[in-house]
């Protein structure tokens, strides 16, 4: 039997667990929360160097943080300095890092990070993920058609594949439009899932082509927020409701939307996510805050006081849905912008930045920033980790790359030039971003 289909019934125990949690009361859950936060950061302090070192430093004694309110003893770690870590400083002593799995992620900032996970890791992180889905109204049989990066499509093993349980059809996002519709109808979805972008633009050609053969129960979107009236157009094209869900790629999906609305639950008893203000403090309930997450599961490779500088505002309202864990809101206006190209074309950022996951020497890129000059040219910049490659041959392979993966079929007739920096300049917002665009359309509808 394949070793990776034994992963499953350890997700149905995990998701059954986690889904009595849903219902425990606000005290339940922080006595839970505390005892894992306790084993996650002496584990941290033990056996993974960056933390150690750091903790060491502050004068931190890990025996210290026992309760939720200690958190704010731990000093804030921003993804930017996380990044600039060598694995081996990241990832526990106790762990091989050649046999965990690694998780590439994209981002919106232009800095990849890989992510080690153990398996057991891998298992919570799914169960966390299906709760949400279940939650809105997914069954275990449902043709579940996601729009994604190929990266994903092994998260699927043979098993849950045979037995057709949350078996997952992935539909890539590198595919021409064309190639996404005809493979969207194939798989007659019951569940359509993935990028919202994607999910956007398989409505504008359905729409306009007058499809009625995509006819989802449900819908799910991610990894980019939507404006409002870009969801009632989902919902008004495929006529199913669309649930919106919130996170980031270090830590898969945080939080998420109920069949109610009213906000985003926290997947608390997983991930603890605070706000945290200008002063370094929590804010009050109902203030943005920068998100700061702290996983209660990630031993290999723990996130503790993780800052990945979003925002968000912690809601004091409860769902009417009685599920206890706390809500979120979501800032609008923190959606990508979808970049225009020829042919009446758009393409979200996230595209860019799963294409670049896939250059062969990605490993070599410390941070890449693209520049949308003109309709049909896009300047590309980075900042190499070492010079293992030659700046000539990097940017020339880099070209290539781009060019001739750049849905050719689709004649986008897209330039790029690749140009080697010593350092990426910050831009006026003071916020990192991977793809900007000198032409000010937005989004697309
Ligand atoms: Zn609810």
């Given at each position: 039997?394949?070793?990776?289909?034994?992963?499953?019934?350890?997700?149905?125990?995990?998701?059954?667990?986690?889904?009595?949690?849903?219902?425990?009361?606000?005290?339940?859950?922080?006595?839970?929360?505390?005892?894992?936060?306790?084993?996650?950061?002496?584990?941290?302090?033990?056996?993974?160097?960056?933390?150690?070192?750091?903790?060491?430093?502050?004068?931190?004694?890990?025996?210290?943080?026992?309760?939720?309110?200690?958190?704010?003893?731990?000093?804030?770690?921003?993804?930017?300095?996380?990044?600039?870590?060598?694995?081996?400083?990241?990832?526990?002593?106790?762990?091989?890092?050649?046999?965990?799995?690694?998780?590439?992620?994209?981002?919106?900032?232009?800095?990849?990070?890989?992510?080690?996970?153990?398996?057991?890791?891998?298992?919570?992180?799914?169960?966390?993920?299906?709760?949400?889905?279940?939650?809105?109204?997914?069954?275990?049989?449902?043709?579940?058609?996601?729009?994604?990066?190929?990266?994903?499509?092994?998260?699927?093993?043979?098993?849950?594949?045979?037995?057709?349980?949350?078996?997952?059809?992935?539909?890539?996002?590198?595919?021409?439009?064309?190639?996404?519709?005809?493979?969207?109808?194939?798989?007659?979805?019951?569940?359509?899932?993935?990028?919202?972008?994607?999910?956007?633009?398989?409505?504008?050609?359905?729409?306009?082509?007058?499809?009625?053969?995509?006819?989802?129960?449900?819908?799910?979107?991610?990894?980019?927020?939507?404006?409002?009236?870009?969801?009632?157009?989902?919902?008004?094209?495929?006529?199913?409701?669309?649930?919106?869900?919130?996170?980031?790629?270090?830590?898969?999906?945080?939080?998420?939307?109920?069949?109610?609305?009213?906000?985003?639950?926290?997947?608390?008893?997983?991930?603890i996510t605070q706000f945290i203000g200008k002063?370094?403090?929590?804010?009050?309930?109902?203030?943005?805050?920068?998100?700061?997450?702290?996983?209660?599961?990630?031993?290999?490779?723990?996130?503790?006081?993780?800052?990945?500088?979003?925002?968000?505002?912690?809601?004091?309202?409860?769902?009417?849905?009685?599920?206890?864990?706390?809500?979120?809101?979501?800032?609008?206006?923190?959606?990508?912008?979808?970049?225009?190209?020829?042919?009446?074309?758009?393409?979200?950022?996230?595209?860019?930045?799963?294409?670049?996951?896939?250059?062969?020497?990605?490993?070599?890129?410390?941070?890449?920033?693209?520049?949308?000059?003109?309709?049909?040219?896009?300047?590309?910049?980075?900042?190499?980790?070492?010079?293992?490659?030659?700046?000539?041959?990097?940017?020339?392979?880099?070209?290539?790359?781009?060019?001739?993966?750049?849905?050719?079929?689709?004649?986008?007739?897209?330039?790029?030039?690749?140009?080697?920096?010593?350092?990426?300049?910050?831009?006026?917002t003071g916020k990192l971003m991977a793809v900007?665009?000198?032409?000010?359309?937005?989004?697309?509808?």
């Amino acid at each position: 039997m394949n070793l990776s289909a034994l992963i499953l019934p350890k997700v149905l125990y995990l998701l059954a667990t986690a889904n009595r949690r849903l219902y425990w009361d606000k005290e339940k859950i922080q006595r839970y929360q505390e005892k894992h936060l306790r084993s996650v950061v002496r584990y941290a302090y033990n056996f993974v160097p960056f933390y150690h070192e750091k903790y060491r430093a502050a004068g931190i004694d890990p025996n210290d943080i026992k309760r939720i309110q200690d958190l704010s003893k731990l000093p804030i770690v921003k993804s930017d300095e996380f990044k600039k870590q060598v694995p081996s400083q990241l990832v526990s002593k106790e762990f091989e890092i050649e046999k965990l799995k690694k998780v590439s992620t994209s981002g919106s900032t232009g800095k990849p990070l890989v992510v080690h996970i153990n398996r057991s890791e891998d298992a919570w992180r799914k169960a966390i993920y299906m709760r949400a889905n279940i939650s809105c109204g997914q069954r275990p049989r449902d043709h579940w058609v996601v729009l994604t990066a190929p990266c994903h499509f092994h998260d699927t093993t043979g098993l849950q594949r045979k037995l057709g349980i949350f078996a997952q059809t992935v539909v890539s996002l590198f595919e021409s439009t064309d190639q996404k519709i005809r493979q969207v109808e194939e798989a007659r979805p019951d569940v359509l899932d993935g990028y919202s972008s994607s999910l956007l633009l398989l409505a504008k050609v359905a729409e306009q082509q007058n499809l009625t053969t995509i006819q989802p129960r449900l819908m799910f979107g991610s990894s980019e927020s939507i404006a409002p009236r870009s969801r009632r157009y989902l919902e008004k094209v495929f006529g199913a409701p669309f649930y919106d869900q919130f996170g980031c790629s270090e830590l898969d999906r945080t939080a998420w939307q109920c069949p109610r609305k009213q906000g985003y639950h926290m997947d608390v008893d997983s991930v603890i996510t605070q706000f945290i203000g200008k002063d370094g403090g929590e804010v009050a309930l109902g203030e943005p805050g920068e998100v700061v997450y702290t996983s209660l599961f990630n031993y290999s490779m723990p996130f503790i006081r993780y800052a990945i500088g979003d925002v968000g505002v912690p809601s004091e309202e409860d769902c009417s849905c009685e599920r206890g864990l706390p809500l979120m809101k979501v800032v609008e206006g923190r959606q990508d912008h979808l970049l225009p190209l020829p042919n009446n074309r758009v393409l979200s950022p996230l595209f860019f930045a799963h294409l670049m996951d896939y250059f062969k020497y990605n490993y070599n890129v410390e941070q890449y920033f693209l520049r949308q000059r003109k309709l049909d040219f896009i300047e590309v910049n980075i900042k190499k980790r070492t010079d293992v490659v030659d700046d000539q041959t990097m940017a020339s392979e880099l070209k290539y790359y781009l060019e001739s993966n750049f849905m050719p079929e689709e004649s986008y007739g897209v330039r790029f030039e690749v140009i080697i920096l010593d350092e990426i300049p910050i831009p006026k917002t003071g916020k990192l971003m991977a793809v900007f665009s000198d032409l000010k359309k937005d989004d697309l509808k």
